[in-house]
């Protein structure tokens, strides 16, 4: 199924690419925006295509490493462009709608310099079709103000459909788990700082160093909330790696480690503020 998969979902993307000379792709080496730039290599050529990733405090090293990996695999050229999200006052103050700032700041630069730069007459990013479903994605928002293409959910490519097919086209995230930015695992109004944000990258550093591949560490002050899959759990609480896990998040500068029993909670933070506000939807 996969080979049919691959060639309807290039189909569907040069259709809605028609008219597009060069293109960028808003880009951070995840599963969704390594399929959208290998669609839209196929359909466009790889000479017509640029991935653009945004770099600042909330992005960790590893994640932009491995971007960088993704986009030579794929043969297209990537461009970094530095972002200052933390400038903004509101997305400091991180509320549920943090990520529409960062995403609007995002865009922003992408079309004063990069656009004009590499000759880019449009610029897409990698909504799925099960992200147009979630209330808990204001980054989309701005996506839509900025008239960002969305071709993998216009096509209605579902997360499944995007995995099976980033594993026919062999591409190196084709595996690899959700990574939101280093912000995301702070509380909603508790204020977004670059030093919050280097402990947590020093933590799951450390962590994955320790062979923890899914993995959230969640900045609540003094204590770090560990978020693991079910069957890492038990793991990762048996000695002796429960005391590298201790020894491993307590360099990053916190004093207390936990586990979370509840696992691994995706866009926990942003349901739970929008559930008992739910005016923040709202929200620009």
Known sequence: MSPQLVDRATADVARQLSGVSRLGVAFSGGVDSSVLLALAARALGPA??????GVSPSLAADERAAAHEV?????????EVETFEGDREAYRANGPDRCFHCKDELFTRISAATAVEHGLDA???GENADDVKRPDRPGARAAAAHQVLTPLATAGLTKADVRRIARALALPSADKPAAPCLASRIPHFTPVIPRKLAQIEQAEAALRRLGFTDLRVRHHGELARIELPPED???????PLRAAVVEAVSAAGFRFVTLDLAGIQSG??????MASSPSAQEAP
């Open 233 to 239: 759990l038990r793991r990762s609480a048996t000695e």
């Open 71 to 79: 986009a030579r695999f794929i043969g297209v050229p990537l461009a």
């Open 268 to 273: 926990a933070f942003t349901r739970a503020a």
């Open 123 to 125: 610029v897409a990013y």
């Open 48 to 53: 017509r295509v640029v991935a653009v990733l």
